[in-house]
């Protein structure tokens, strides 16, 4: 692998098959990360990032693109069959911009907006207060229930009376139970506000089916394309046809210039992959995978928010265990267990030094672990933090991790050797 790269800048070709090697030889639990297919990083490393193409299919600013054109098309057939929807643009470079491009279709700076608020498990974009969308906007945020740990709709209800939002986020960054599209879709409605879901983590299970889809329901569905979908980094917008001339026009020209056209071909590559039954097999090992995973940590003395999980994520509580969730993330990255730690909802400890972690399980499932490897798994994390900073119950268990993932190939990653 990367043999022009080896002789052109040894640095950083060394740098990256060191982070393959890791990526080979760790359990990968950061509920935003996966295994892009060996195809999707072909897609994403090919000549089409050489091309200019501000515009869309048949009307760019720039010639040469009778190529260009057919990929960007190919991508946005492929992704409005997987998802049922009836516009779709897939030039957002990423999430972050796709919900900045929703705002900048839908409000203006000073109007009130709402979204989840991020200690509860919303995303900096839904007008948490140090992101441009809570600096530039009448950002309202609602929570979760102190009790249940659910989405507090009758907050959510009350609040949304209170302020009527112009753009009403739904959508969860670390939050491990469904969300109701359809209620969201009631106050949306009873308040005039456009109702953006914002699927980023949950994409790859609502193509599935695995989790309820916001598209016949949302005004507008923002997603990234690299967590559990499992496509090249980038993002993408789906939305009703009567609002699809102001979200691509929010786009381009609006936010960005020439889109990403490798990305929009790894886009097209992973939404045929999403086709495939195979991908509905490892959505299913996803959330099989993360129910398993949280009954044997539930046995193992943790609690987790909500009690358990819909999805493909845990948000444990680690101070059930009498340890924060900082040092435990460490502790478990030393013995090949790679998770982050996370707030836990009204928090009594602070962000960067908080209450729990988050688990994901969509990597794992890529390499095909399932549900029946996860008493293994929790026994690992009990015994790491049972240990408590003990380096020689580290290094044990990272040996037994890193023996047990041999059998387990990472896709895109079949070449590096562990
Ligand atoms: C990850 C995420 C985003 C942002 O995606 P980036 O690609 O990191 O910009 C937006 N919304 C939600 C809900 C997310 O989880």
Same mark, same amino acid.
């Given at each position: 692998m990367f043999d022009a790269l080896r002789s052109a800048d040894p640095d950083i070709a060394a740098l990256i098959e060191s982070e393959s090697r890791r990526q080979v030889r760790t359990l990968r639990l950061i509920a935003s990360e996966n295994y892009a297919?060996? !195809?999707?990083? =072909?897609?994403?490393?090919?000549?089409? $990032?050489?091309?200019?193409?501000?515009?869309?299919?048949g009307r760019r600013y720039y010639q040469g693109q009778q190529y260009i054109d057919q990929v960007e098309a190919l991508a946005i057939d492929r992704i409005k069959a997987v998802f049922g929807a009836e516009h779709v643009n897939v030039q957002p470079y990423s999430g972050s911009p796709a919900n900045l491009a929703v705002y900048f279709a839908f409000a203006s700076p000073g109007d009130p907006v709402m979204g989840l608020g991020l200690p509860h498990g919303g995303h900096l974009t839904h007008g948490w207060n140090v992101n441009v969308s809570g600096k530039w906007f009448d950002a309202h945020q609602y929570p979760v229930e102190r009790d249940s740990e659910l989405l507090d709709m009758a907050a959510m209800r009350r609040i949304a009376r209170e302020v009527r939002p112009k753009i009403l986020f739904a959508g969860i960054t670390a939050y491990p139970r469904v969300v109701d599209w359809d !209620?969201?879709? =009631?106050?949306?409605?009873?308040?005039? $506000?456009?109702?953006?879901?914002?699927?980023a983590h949950i994409s790859g299970l609502v193509a599935a089916g695995l989790h309820p889809s916001p598209v016949p329901v949302a005004d507008v569905v923002t997603s990234t394309t690299h967590k559990t979908f499992r496509g090249p980094r980038g993002g993408m917008i789906l939305c009703r046809e009567e609002h699809a001339r102001a979200i691509d026009r929010a786009i381009f020209p609006g936010l960005q210039g020439g889109p990403h056209n490798n990305t929009t071909a790894g886009i097209a590559v992973a939404a045929r992959e999403a086709a495939q039954p195979s991908f509905r097999e490892y959505a299913q090992r996803v959330v099989d995978s993360a129910r398993a995973l949280g009954e044997a940590l539930v046995e193992r003395g943790f609690r987790l928010v909500t009690g358990g999980t819909d999805n493909h994520m845990l948000i444990v509580d680690t101070m059930h265990r009498g340890v924060p969730g900082k040092p435990v993330a460490q502790a478990l990255e030393r013995a090949g267990m790679v998770c982050n730690y996370n707030s836990i909802p009204f928090d009594p400890r602070k962000p960067f030094d908080p209450s729990g972690i988050r688990i994901g399980t969509a990597a794992m499932a890529s390499r095909g672990i399932g549900a029946e490897h996860m008493t293994r798994l929790a026994d690992w994390v009990d015994q790491v933090v049972a240990a408590s900073d003990d380096t020689s119950v580290e290094e044990r268990v990272r040996g037994e991790v890193e023996e047990f993932l041999i059998d387990f190939p990472a896709p895109g990653l079949e070449g590096v050797t562990p």
């Amino acid at each position: 692998m990367f043999d022009a790269l080896r002789s052109a800048d040894p640095d950083i070709a060394a740098l990256i098959e060191s982070e393959s090697r890791r990526q080979v030889r760790t359990l990968r639990l950061i509920a935003s990360e996966n295994y892009a297919s060996a !195809a999707v990083q =072909e897609a994403v490393g090919s000549a089409l $990032a050489n091309k200019y193409s501000e515009g869309y299919g048949g009307r760019r600013y720039y010639q040469g693109q009778q190529y260009i054109d057919q990929v960007e098309a190919l991508a946005i057939d492929r992704i409005k069959a997987v998802f049922g929807a009836e516009h779709v643009n897939v030039q957002p470079y990423s999430g972050s911009p796709a919900n900045l491009a929703v705002y900048f279709a839908f409000a203006s700076p000073g109007d009130p907006v709402m979204g989840l608020g991020l200690p509860h498990g919303g995303h900096l974009t839904h007008g948490w207060n140090v992101n441009v969308s809570g600096k530039w906007f009448d950002a309202h945020q609602y929570p979760v229930e102190r009790d249940s740990e659910l989405l507090d709709m009758a907050a959510m209800r009350r609040i949304a009376r209170e302020v009527r939002p112009k753009i009403l986020f739904a959508g969860i960054t670390a939050y491990p139970r469904v969300v109701d599209w359809d !209620a969201f879709r =009631e106050v949306a409605d009873e308040v005039g $506000a456009i109702l953006v879901a914002d699927i980023a983590h949950i994409s790859g299970l609502v193509a599935a089916g695995l989790h309820p889809s916001p598209v016949p329901v949302a005004d507008v569905v923002t997603s990234t394309t690299h967590k559990t979908f499992r496509g090249p980094r980038g993002g993408m917008i789906l939305c009703r046809e009567e609002h699809a001339r102001a979200i691509d026009r929010a786009i381009f020209p609006g936010l960005q210039g020439g889109p990403h056209n490798n990305t929009t071909a790894g886009i097209a590559v992973a939404a045929r992959e999403a086709a495939q039954p195979s991908f509905r097999e490892y959505a299913q090992r996803v959330v099989d995978s993360a129910r398993a995973l949280g009954e044997a940590l539930v046995e193992r003395g943790f609690r987790l928010v909500t009690g358990g999980t819909d999805n493909h994520m845990l948000i444990v509580d680690t101070m059930h265990r009498g340890v924060p969730g900082k040092p435990v993330a460490q502790a478990l990255e030393r013995a090949g267990m790679v998770c982050n730690y996370n707030s836990i909802p009204f928090d009594p400890r602070k962000p960067f030094d908080p209450s729990g972690i988050r688990i994901g399980t969509a990597a794992m499932a890529s390499r095909g672990i399932g549900a029946e490897h996860m008493t293994r798994l929790a026994d690992w994390v009990d015994q790491v933090v049972a240990a408590s900073d003990d380096t020689s119950v580290e290094e044990r268990v990272r040996g037994e991790v890193e023996e047990f993932l041999i059998d387990f190939p990472a896709p895109g990653l079949e070449g590096v050797t562990p």
